[in-house]
T-cell receptor
Framework: DAGVTQSPTHLIKTRGQQVTLRCSPKSGHDTVSWYQQALGQGPQFIFQYYEEEERQRGNFPDRFSGHQFPNYSSELNVNALLLGDSALYLC????????????FGSGTRLTVV | DQQVKQNSPSLSVQEGRISILNCDYTNSMFDYFLWYKKYPAEGPTFLISISSIKDKNEDGRFTVFLNKSAKHLSLHIVPSQPGDSAVYFCAARASGTYKYIFGTGTRLKVLA
């Protein structure tokens, strides 16, 4: 049973460019959250998707946007990349009825140069 | 504003002894708390949770204690094993929201 799958695993982009990160949730999970983890910090909530809608958003600018597809997979898009966007981006999924126990993927390491 | 704080960046414990990881929070609206552990190059792995209506939850070697009056959470690992060496994060969710706020983590090293 595959867990949460994220692609790509590593990415290097130039300032000002745009990036798309992808996530396939664990089988049976229908809710996807995205987190940003900077070096030495805990994960920070970006947003959560359920039923193809953004349910809640954290304190991130509009440059960060997302999408959830009918098969529950999700994308995170970041426009106009800044050096400070360099981080590990984590996708977490769960079944909507659960309150806890999100399953995380291994993340995408984004480096902006 | 760091609403969830893990004030000990690192902890070393002998194998077989108890590991106690601490977490403090400031928001009285938090109603659900989680502990995750993270190995290098992997995503966080869920360990144990506790609801604000309880003060203790146990799962095998892992026990989480919640002291609501002190706004303090702790994770006890007994007995500690070398495989427990990882970074441990506590996370909290406010009632009516979907967002979990994570602490900065505590690196646990269990010495053989």
């Amino acid at each position: 049973d595959a867990g949460v799958t994220q692609s790509p695993t590593h990415l290097i982009k130039t300032r000002g460019q745009q990036v798309t990160l992808r996530c396939s949730p664990k089988s049976g999970h229908d809710t996807v959250s995205w987190y940003q983890q900077a070096l030495g910090q805990g994960p920070q909530f970006i947003f959560q998707y359920y039923e193809e809608e953004e349910r809640q958003r954290g304190n991130f600018p509009d440059r960060f946007s997302g999408h959830q597809f009918p098969n529950y997979s999700s994308e995170l898009n970041v426009n106009a990349l800044l050096l400070g966007d360099s981080a590990l981006y984590l996708c977490a999924s769960r079944f909507w009825g659960q309150t806890y126990g999100y399953t995380f993927g291994s993340g995408t390491r984004l480096t902006v140069v | 504003d760091q609403q969830v704080k893990q004030n000990s960046p690192s902890l070393s414990v002998q194998e077989g002894r108890i590991s106690i990881l601490n977490c403090d929070y400031t928001n009285s609206m938090f109603d659900y708390f989680l502990w995750y552990k993270k190995y290098p190059a992997e995503g966080p792995t869920f360990l144990i949770s506790i609801s604000s209506i309880k003060d203790k939850n146990e799962d095998g070697r892992f026990t989480v204690f919640l002291n609501k009056s002190a706004k303090h959470l702790s994770l006890h690992i007994v007995p500690s094993q070398p495989g427990d060496s990882a970074v441990y994060f506590c996370a909290a969710r406010a009632s009516g929201t979907y967002k979990y706020i994570f602490g900065t983590g505590t690196r646990l090293k269990v010495l053989a």
